[in-house]
């Protein structure tokens, strides 16, 4: 039995951060293999319900299902998120995000960033994603991402907390808040697999390898789904795709399910 620990945002989704049906399907059937599954992501439990769990088959008994949001603010088991549980030590202040909320609203961002209304624990501006292929809206949503987060940093550095941009949006979240939390959370929960595989596109998620080795659990490899150099961690198989975000996520899927 293996087990599978996804990030969400430009792995399961594609470069314009909508859901692949495929990807899903081959989920099922690692869930129909009896494989354990985990999602850790920066998406809140709300984008979850609304655009990813719609697209599970209902006959499969998901309530094993290990889910994280928010980094690891919000963790649960199954697809019914109002049994999750927020962590209040994680929630930043309202009178931050009302800061930030500011900011997003500046004429010069208006069509590339939103402020996502979801969140619960974070102060978080999305990209207005344009028509699929259109590569100069991207670049534009990117480098307005970038410019957020520059024009919040010393916000979110006054206030204590972080500024933390991925392949989708700026985050400003407590300063311990990372993926780690939520990898250690469903790490101690299994205790032991025969196999690790870690699914990622940024940096940022390499540390749910990291936090699997730190487990003393053996035969990780981490899949690099993302754009650039991949990342190299002692005792951690590192194998990057031929293509990125989703394309890439089935493209190594094909290998496990095949």
Same mark, same amino acid.
């Given at each position: 039995?293996?087990?599978?620990?996804?990030?969400?945002?430009?792995?399961?989704?594609?470069?314009?951060?909508?859901?692949?049906?495929?990807?899903?399907?081959?989920?099922?059937?690692?869930?129909?293999?009896?494989?354990?599954?985990?999602?850790?992501?920066?998406?809140?439990?709300?984008?979850?319900?609304?655009?990813?769990?719609?697209?599970?088959?209902?006959?499969?008994?998901?309530?094993?299902?290990?889910?994280?949001?928010?980094?690891?603010?919000?963790?649960?088991?199954?697809?019914?998120?109002?049994?999750?549980?927020?962590?209040?030590?994680?929630?930043?202040?309202?009178?931050?995000?009302?800061?930030?909320?500011?900011?997003?609203?500046?004429?010069?961002?208006?069509?590339?960033?939103?402020?996502?209304?979801?969140?619960?624990?974070?102060?978080?501006?999305?990209?207005?994603?344009?028509?699929?292929?259109?590569?100069?809206?991207?670049?534009?949503?990117? +480098?307005?991402?970038?410019?957020?987060? $520059?024009?919040?940093? %010393? *916000? #979110? !550095? /006054?206030?204590?907390?972080?500024?933390?941009?991925?392949?989708?949006?700026?985050?400003?979240?407590?300063?311990?808040?990372?993926?780690?939390?939520?990898?250690?959370?469903?790490?101690?929960?299994?205790?032991?697999?025969?196999?690790?595989?870690?699914?990622?596109?940024?940096?940022?998620?390499?540390?749910?390898?990291?936090?699997?080795?730190?487990?003393?659990?053996?035969?990780?490899?981490?899949?690099?789904?993302? +754009?650039?150099?991949?990342?190299?961690? $002692?005792?951690?198989? %590192? *194998? #990057? !795709? /031929?293509?990125?975000?989703?394309?890439?996520?089935?493209?190594?899927?094909?290998?496990?399910?095949?």
């Amino acid at each position: 039995m293996a087990f599978y620990m996804f990030d969400v945002d430009g792995v399961l989704t594609d470069e314009n951060a909508r859901p692949d049906e495929d990807v899903v399907k081959m989920i099922e059937q690692l869930a129909k293999d009896e494989h354990i599954l985990s999602f850790v992501t920066g998406r809140s439990r709300g984008w979850l319900s609304d655009h990813l769990f719609p697209l599970f088959d209902d006959d499969i008994d998901w309530s094993s299902l290990y889910c994280v949001s928010e980094h690891g603010a919000i963790k649960g088991r199954g697809t019914d998120i109002s049994s999750w549980d927020l962590d209040e030590e994680y929630v930043i202040s309202d009178e931050v995000k009302d800061k930030l909320y500011k900011v997003s609203q500046k004429e010069k961002y208006e069509g590339l960033i939103q402020w996502d209304q979801t969140k619960e624990s974070m102060g978080t501006v999305e990209a207005v994603h344009g028509d699929p292929g259109n590569k100069e809206h991207l670049k534009k949503t990117r +480098e307005s991402l970038q410019e957020y987060a $520059d024009d919040v940093q %010393s *916000i #979110s !550095s /006054e206030s204590g907390n972080k500024t933390a941009v991925s392949t989708y949006g700026v985050d400003v979240i407590h300063p311990e808040l990372s993926k780690k939390i939520g990898a250690t959370w469903i790490l101690d929960e299994i205790q032991s697999a025969e196999e690790v595989f870690v699914f990622g596109d940024s940096s940022g998620d390499m540390v749910m390898a990291v936090t699997a080795r730190e487990h003393e659990l053996e035969n990780i490899t981490f899949y690099w789904v993302g +754009e650039g150099e991949t990342p190299e961690e $002692d005792k951690i198989t %590192s *194998i #990057s !795709s /031929e293509a990125s975000y989703s394309e890439g996520t089935k493209e190594i899927l094909e290998k496990h399910i095949g």
